[in-house]
């Protein structure tokens, strides 16, 4: 309506004025109801072609979409393993930090799993300060072996110097029996110094090994019984959080709840625009949006991205081919917006709806040197319908709430 009467200002008022003032026709005698289609024809014609380009070029050059939302994403409350809720620690709806225990599952097998390993890793310790005893007593009978073993080697050498010097003195049997002793002495100290090495080897090398592989099995399980303990991953709200005591929860079936991010839905908008405006719509480009939860304002964004993929053309590869046919409906231009100053999206409810519009702005082709001067007069013109685009986006803010609480049955 707008678009009409603003062309009819430039088609139907100029040919009106003509007749009336240059032919001398008058309303209501040559000009009536019945003869305003023949008289005023080329205004009319001329206006309706100019309407249609006009709507045209504003909505090509100056998209708009009602299929706009501040989408936001969640975070679902899941435990690593299944169990059942032994105790819950928020409510149905509050704030929560990240670390913050949400519910604790119960953990009774866990929790002997941990003192098991924990028992291991102390026997452990146990065996290795026996095994330093065991050295200490091995070193006391290496020393005592090689005393006894001394003590016969002296005998020998003593017998045996004797012998020597005369012959006979000493029989030869018993210098025999002094060698088969130190023999065997020999023999103790051998394996007193075989029984150190053992428990050497045991306290450095198998001890160590048994006690980290203890360790490794105690931190496992305390793993184990931490997950337990469902906590918060990221700072935010914990909402419609109807988990209690007894509920059995399953990481494949059951989540127990849902968690909204902090900041969540603030940042940034959404919005599906026609395929048809793939080529105009680019990144930083400005737009305005107005929201039902924010009425009466009129929100400045900036386009940061524009998906270069249409979501209504994705398949899943399965056991029957694709047919065209089944794309009932064409997919959108999916564009991302964001504030053009900080705090702009304040008091929008995340994943309200929105109306969005984009202005193509050809102000640096204009100053271009190279741009001719039909060209340059064209561009303003696409620029300057923007105004009846923003216009048009004011009038349905403000009527936006009567037609929301009154005009659609509220």
């Known amino acids: 309506m707008l678009e009409l009467i603003l062309c009819s200002m430039f088609t139907i008022l100029p040919d009106y ?13 040559e000009i009536t109801f019945f003869s305003v289609w023949y008289e005023l024809r080329w205004g009319i014609t001329g206006c309706l072609m100019l309407t249609i380009a006009l709507i045209t070029m504003i909505f090509y050059y100056h998209p708009t979409s ?13 435990p690593e393993a299944a169990g059942r809720v032994a105790e819950v620690n928020v409510g149905f709806s509050a704030p929560v930090k990240a670390g913050d225990v949400l519910f604790r599952l119960d953990n009774s097998k866990q929790q002997a799993a941990l003192e098991t390993a924990k028992r291991k890793v102390a ?38 110097e004797l012998q020597r010097r005369n012959p006979g003195i000493v029989p030869q049997r018993d210098i025999e029996k002094l060698r088969v002793i130190l023999d065997q002495r020999q023999s103790v100290v051998d394996a007193a110094n075989a029984t150190k090495e053992t428990a050497a ?16 099995a105690t931190a496992e399980a305390q793993v184990d019984f931490d997950k337990t303990y469902v906590r918060a ?58 929201c039902i ?44 917006l ?19 519009n984009a202005y193509t702005s050809n102000h640096d082709v204009i100053a271009d040197k190279k741009t001719g001067a039909l060209k340059g007069f064209a561009l303003h013109v696409v620029d300057a319908t923007g105004l009846v685009h923003a216009l048009l986006l004011r009038i349905q803010a403000l009527l936006l709430p009567v037609k929301t609480l009154v005009l659609s049955g509220h």
Not at 246 to 255: L, Y
Not at 306 to 325: K, M, P
């Open 66 to 78: 009602n299929s706009a939302a501040i989408y936001f994403r969640t975070v679902p409350i899941l």
């Open 201 to 216: 080897l045991r306290l450095s090398t198998l001890l160590p090994a048994e006690k980290a592989s203890a360790e490794a």
């Open 17 to 29: 004025l003509y007749r009336r003032y240059k032919q001398g026709k008058r309303f209501g005698k």
């Open 123 to 160: 026997e452990v310790d146990a065996a290795m300060i026996s095994a330093r005893a065991d050295i200490v007593k091995t070193e006391a009978q290496i020393a005592e072996a090689k005393a006894s073993h001394q003590q016969a080697k002296d005998e020998l050498d003593t017998k045996s």
């Open 338 to 356: 964001e504030p053009m100053y900080e705090g702009g999206l304040k008091g929008v409810t995340p994943g309200s709806s929105c109306i969005v």
């Open 293 to 336: 939860s924010k009425p009466w304002v009129i929100i400045p964004l900036v386009v940061t991205n524009v998906q270069d993929y249409i979501a209504a053309g994705q398949f899943r590869s399965g056991e029957q081919l694709v047919d065209t046919q089944n794309l009932r409906q064409p997919g959108t231009i999916l564009a991302f």
């Open 233 to 290: 991953g990221v700072s935010g709200r914990v909402e419609q959080f109807a988990l209690r005591a007894g509920d059995v929860v399953n990481q494949m079936m059951r989540p127990a709840g849902i968690l909204i991010p902090e900041g969540a839905g603030r940042s940034g908008l959404q919005a599906g625009f026609g395929q048809i405006e793939a080529q105009v719509l680019k990144p930083g480009m400005v737009a305005e949006a107005t």
